[in-house]
């Protein structure tokens, strides 16, 4: 443990977390020096997320150096003749630290020679892969630990096809880290990156060119009438990330009325002081968003996570209840809209395409079936689950001739715009609000609609939740049991709604008592 301790300490130039590491040793606190040393974080899921502390396990400034010195080399080495000039775009959000490691990365790359489209304000993440798309960058960075606890933070990659990476650039990049550990002679040095005449500020740019593609791409110009006139209130809360900003004009640029915004959760804070967890699926989330509506009697409640990239909405029902959809439910009826968009259009339908993960409910599936178009439901059971997959399976379906105009998560992941391939709660949120508008014309709430896709392809209903485990050790022995036990994907499909729900909630017991066995590991529940 001593070499570890000596070797952090000869890498490491931040006083904060060089002290951290020093009085652990001091303290002759082991356990905790093993769990922030011994091993390094992992480069998966796209990129970089944890704990914001000192060790090789954890994300602060040398991780963050090493990270993006090695996917500068990485980047290089895939493409020596272009890539200076194609350069990097890297963005930040709000959470503590990201301005900062947003500068350290720009200093790997201009460092190396590389142009660096550096956004100079908070972001939300969809800016970054519209940006490298919309730039032809190399690749892009955004730093951001999206709906996690305040104490992390992120770091994820985007390759030159404007996606997440997906193998084997993560490998490569991984390999390329761990080549690139002893940190550059001014990788410490930010003060003068802003200045470099490698340094390029494109985020107004950039921005408005956002905006501009929401109008053609994802409004629908039939509705501009309706939704400028329409008497319905929505309230939004940006959950304290940074989506309020670019929400507010993506609203009026499709000829809303100002939503009504939530005002204790509207402004950029790191700290999330009014919500445990900064994520809209958790449980009470929404309940500030909730109270707002009630007091201006709004019907709709809608949110975005911290970087604004998930959607999550609640309808007021009749009887003064509010429920909240689920993602699969969301899904479901952002894919209902947009087939509607589509079929009046006047294109062929066997060419229409939508892609949706594996653990996303089977709705796609049966809407292709009886509607035509084509749903593509990538394997993930062998791979790392994220977005990745989804948008790089889209890039491959474009290239069949298919076009590709939704494809979702059931983790509130929502992929509306055919130039962002990625999920976005911004676009997922102006196409919901078409939606509502476009249905309460017709004298229908959208719970109704739901339910009329249940009646034309199929009741479908799924279940999810998850367990806090922070034992690594137990974390194993419990997937080493799992891999032996589910064999086959979850989901209710029927007629009987009451049936399924209740089959459903036995399996999910099983699945907890005898599959996770959850007593003996002492695992939290939300």
Known sequence: MDSLVSEWLRLDQNPKTRAEIEELSRSGNEEELRNRLADRIEFGTAGLRGR???????????????????????????????????GIVIGHDHRYNSERWALLTARAFISKGVKVYLHRRLVHTPLVPFSVGRLRAACGVMITASHNPKNDNGYKVYWQNAVQIIEPHDRGIAEAIKANLEPGQDAWNVDDVASSPLCFDKTEEMTELYLDQVSPQIHDRSLQSLNGSTDLKFVFTAMHGVGYQIATKAFETTGFKPFIAVQAQQEPNPDFPTVPFPNPEEKGALNLAIEEADRQGADYVFAVDPDADRFAAAEKQTDGKWTQFTGDQLGTLLASSILDRYKKSGKPIEKLAMVASTVSSKMLESMAKVEGFSQRKKNLIRSTLGFKWIGNTALNLEAEGYDVKFGYEEAIGFMCSPEIR???????????????????????????RLDESYTKYGYHQTKNSYFICRDPEAIKKIFARLRSFIKYYIEGRGSDKDKISASLDGIVNDLRDSWMEAKKWNLGEP
């Open 52 to 86: 914001m502390e000192a060790g090789f396990s954890r994300m602060n400034d040398l991780t963050i150096i090493q990270a993006s010195q090695g996917l500068c080399a990485y980047v290089l080495q895939q493409n020596p003749d272009t890539a200076q000039d194609e």
């Open 422 to 448: 990625d999920k976005d709660g911004v676009t997922a949120m102006i196409t919901f609000a078409e939606m509502i508008v476009a249905s309460r014309a017709e004298g229908k709430r959208l719970s109704e």
